[in-house]
C-alpha cells in the first residue's frame, strides 16, 4: 500500500467507535472553538506516523518562487510553471507543507491557481500523505486573482461604522479566493491605527480598539463562516496579524521599535485579538517589530503565555516574512541563525515563513537532535498545523475546480463592493452646501489622483505595492471617467496639472504643470480636486513629511485663486496633512482607499444619488508635530494651571475621530440609563432619540463614549463603547438603544489587573450627556475579563 493511502487509512480506521454523535466540541478556556473528537483522533493517528523530517516540513512555509517561474506584468505573456525540479527539493526531500504568495509579485487567474495548487497538493500528498496549505495575503477582496471583486480597505471599511458590511465583504472575498483553490488568508489586520505617519495605517480598521474589535469579529466570521471547527467549500480560515502593538512605532516608520506598557498592550492592543479568537479565529501571524527591546518572534509571554496557555487556543502562530532570520541579521539578538530558529520555535513560533531557502529544516532538525528544542514543542506545533488543514477538510478535498463557484466576480458582488465604498466615503466640509453638484454644472476634474485605478485602490492591490492595478483594472471608473459617465463628458475638463513618476518611489511626482490647471478652470463651474497620495505598502511607504506634497498644495492655492469653488477630494492611505489649504476649500470629501468602485461611489455621492455617511475612524492631524489620539489623557488637553503658567497644552486637530457630516441634519434628545447605579456583571442600556431634521433620508453612526471622571490610573479623557448605524427618513425621530456591559468600562491597573472602580462615569452620546455611578469596586485575578 502507497505511504499515502495507508497514511489516510490508519487515520480512518481507528476511529470505528467514533461515531459522528461523538464529535462534539470541548470547550477551551476563552477560546471560541472547542476541539472535535474526531479530528482529534485522526490528528493522532497521522501524527504517530510521521518522521521528524515531515513535522519539520509542515512547520516550513516557502514563498511560490521558490519553486517556479512568474508571470510578466501581464499573466498571459508568460504563464507560471512549477520547476519540477524545486518542487522535488521542496516537497519530497525537505516535506515542506505550506506555500505563500504569488509568482513574481503578480497576480494570476483562477484557472493558473487552480493548476499551480492542484499539482502541488497532488505531489505532496503522493509523498507524505498530507495536504499543503497554501497562504496569501488577500486583504480588501481577493486581491492577487485578476478579475477578482476588490472592496474597501480596512480603513475605509472602518469608516462605515457598520460591521455589516466588514462581515458581508470577508463572505465575498474568502469565495472569491476559494475560488483560486487558497484556504488560508492573511487577514484580517487588526494592528490599532494610532499614528499618522505609520505607512501600514490604511491596513487597518482606525484608531481606536473597540472600533477595530468589532470590525475584526466581523470580518472573522465573514471568512470562516459559523463552525470555525469544519471550514466550508465557500469559506477560508483568518490569520489575525501583526500580533501585535505593530501600529505604535515610536518614530512612525515601519518595523521600528515601540515602547508599549504592559497595561497598554493588555488593554488596547490585545483586545481586538482576543475578541477575534474568541469569535473562532484558526491562526495568528506575529508583528515583525521589537518592544522595549525584545523582538516579539521571541516573547513567550505574548504568544505562548497570554495566547496559547491563558485562551486555551489551539490555532497556528506563523510568522512574518523571513522574520526569524531576523532576529539574527537585522535585531541582533542572537548570533547565528540557528540560534534563532531555536529562541522562536522555544517561544511558541509554529510555522516559518522563511520565505526563499530550507535551511531552516536543517536547523532546526540539528536543534531536536542536540535536545535544545524538544519533540513535544515539535508534536504540539506540527499538531496545530494538521488540526488547521483538517478544519478546512483539506485532507478530504485538497483542491477543486473553479467551476464550483459561479458567482466569482458577479454583479452582486460588484454591487456590494458599492455599495460599502459609499457607506465609507466621508464629507468633512461643505461650505453653503456646495455639494451635492448639479448635473448640469461644467466641472474641471484635476489633480494627481483623477484619473489612477493604482490611487483608488492602494498597496496589496494585484501586487505588494499595488503599481501593477492600471494595467489589470481598465474595465473599471477612475474618478474623472466615473464624473463623466454620470454627466457626460461635455461637462467635464480635465487637465491633471501634477502627476506621480511612473515607476518612481510614491513620493515622487513629475515637473508639475500647474498653469495648464488653471487655464483648464477658466470655463468651469466648479473644480474637482483630487489630490492624496498613490499606492506604498509597508517599509517603502515611509515618509518624512506628513504635509501634502508641496506640488499639491500649489495646485490647490493656484485653483483656489481663480475664485472658482474647490472641491477638495482625499484619496489617500494616512491623514496627510492640509492645514495649509484647507481655509481656501468649499468642501472636503475624504475617500481613503475605496477599490475598484470607488470612483463611482464618488460621483454617486458628489451628485447627490447617495447621501455620504462615512465618519472619520482616526484623528485627521492639523499639523505634523500635532498628532494624537481621540483618548488620550486630559494633561494633554489643558491651556492653564494654577497662577500664572499658560500651559500651553491644547490640541489643535483638523477633524476628530467620529466626524462626518450628511446632506441632511441629525438632532440628539433624550439620553436615558436602565440604571443609574451598577456594579461588575451588570448590563447598561442606554437610549437616545435620534431625528433627522433635514428634507432627504441620511444614514447616522451614533457613537457612545464613556468617561471615567476619577481613576486610580489617569483615565483617558474619552473611550468608545458602543455604535450602530441607522437609516431615517427625512423629518424621521428614531430611538436608538445602546448596550454597555459594566465589565467593559473595566481598566488595567498598574499592577497588569483588570479593574472596575468605584466611582462616577460621565456617557455621551452625539450632544447628550447622562452620568453614571459603580457603587463597588471588582479586581480580576484572571489575566482576561
Known sequence: MEKRNWLLWIAVSGLVGLSAGCSQAVPGKGAAVGRDRVIEAKIDSVLKTMTLEEKIGQMTQLTLDVV??????????????????????????????????????????????????????????????????????????????????LFPQEIAMGATFNPSLVYDGAKIAAYETKAGNIPWNFSPILDLGRDARWPRQWETYGEDSYLVSVMGEACVKGYQGNDPEHIGKDQVAACLKHYMGYGVPFSGKDRTPSYISEQDMRERHFAPFLKAIRAGALSVMVNSGVNNGLPFHVNRELLTTWLKEQLGWDGVIVTDWADINNLYTRDKIVSSKKEAVKMAINAGVDMSMVPYEWSFCTYLKELVEEGQVSMDRIDDATRRILRLKYRLNLFERPYWSTKEYPEFASKAHADAALYAAEEAITLLKNQKSVLPLRKEAKVLVTGPNANSMRTLNGGWSLSWQGEKVDSYAQEYNTILEAIENKVGKERVVYEAGVTYKEGGLYWEENTPEIQKAVNAARGVDYIILCLGETSYCETPGNLDD?????????????????????????????????????PMMQAIVQIYLPGNYGGDALANILYGEVNPSGKLPYTYPKYPNSTTTYDHKPCESLDKMQGAYDYDAVLSVQWAFGFGLSYTTFEYSNLRVNREEFKAGDELVFSVDVKNTGDRMGKESILLFSTDEIASLTPDVRRLRAFTKKELAAGETRTVTLKVAADDLAFVGYDGKWILEEGMFSVQVGNQTVRVKCTETKKWTTPNK
Do not use: C
Request: aromatic share 6%; net charge negative.
Open 68 to 149: 517556479g517561474k512568474g508571470p510578466s506584468v501581464f499573466a498571459s505573456d508568460m504563464p507560471f510553471r512549477l520547476d519540477e525540479a524545486l518542487v522535488d527539493t521542496v516537497i519530497r526531500k525537505y516535506k515542506v507543507g505550506s506555500v505563500l504568495n504569488t509568482a513574481s509579485n503578480t497576480p494570476l487567474t483562477n484557472e493558473t491557481w487552480e493548476e499551480v495548487i492542484t499539482a502541488l497538493q497532488q505531489t505532496a500528498i503522493s509523498e507524505t500523505g498530507i495536504p499543503i496549505i497554501y497562504g496569501v495575503d488577500e486583504i480588501h477582496g481577493a486581491t492577487y486573482t485578476i478579475g477578482a471583486t
Open 546 to 582: 506628513l504635509y501634502l506634497s508641496e506640488n499639491q498644495q500649489q495646485l490647490a492655492k493656484a485653483l483656489a485663486a481663480t475664485g472658482k469653488p474647490v472641491i477638495l477630494i482625499l484619496n489617500e492611505g494616512r491623514p496627510r496633512v492640509i492645514s495649509k489649504i484647507e
